[in-house]
């Protein structure tokens, strides 16, 4: 009995640092992510995103992979200041949700497209590790008074 009790605590803490190392792991890739956006490295930007990748951007269009480097290809997509903090990860076996806050100074083709969005990625963890499967944005708004949350 006291041996089968022994196994299953091992396992448990096998499962809660599979875990936390695979939180670990996202919050590095999100890091490498936000650093390739800075900088419009879209060959790193390449082997961080799935290949069947899909990007909900803040007014609600859809881009694929190729869409979304596209832009950081052509140089029409130019960040000067990046940022992605104040994330939490939940990791669900292969799958993982990494939701924070995204604040950029940026310009598309000229025209200002700065703001602090809401960013919710989600992971998929295929043979070579994990990859970004999707992002969705939203802006960052004052919340509903019914809510109670914060901004």
């Known amino acids: 009995m006291f041996a089968m009790r022994a196994l299953a605590i091992a396992y448990e803490h096998a499962d809660m640092t599979t875990s936390y190392m ?8 999100g890091r490498r992510w936000a650093d390739a956006e800075l900088h419009a490295d879209v060959q790193t930007l390449d082997t ?10 803040p007014l609600g269009f859809v881009l694929n992979k190729e869409q979304y480097l596209a832009g950081r290809r052509s140089g029409d997509l130019k960040q000067e200041a990046f940022g992605w903090q104040d994330v939490q ?5 292969d799958a ?49 008074a019914w809510t109670n949350a914060p901004r």
């Open 22 to 29: 695979s939180q670990d792991q996202i919050l590095d890739l």
């Open 48 to 57: 961080l995103l799935d290949a069947d990748f899909a990007c909900v951007g």
């Open 89 to 93: 990860v939940r990791v669900y076996g």
């Open 96 to 144: 993982a949700i990494a939701i924070g806050s995204q604040i950029q100074k940026t310009t598309y083709q000229g025209h200002d497209a700065s703001g602090q969005f809401r960013v919710t990625q989600v992971f998929a963890r295929k043979a070579q590790g994990w990859v970004l499967a999707s992002l969705h944005l939203s802006p960052i708004s004052q919340p509903p």
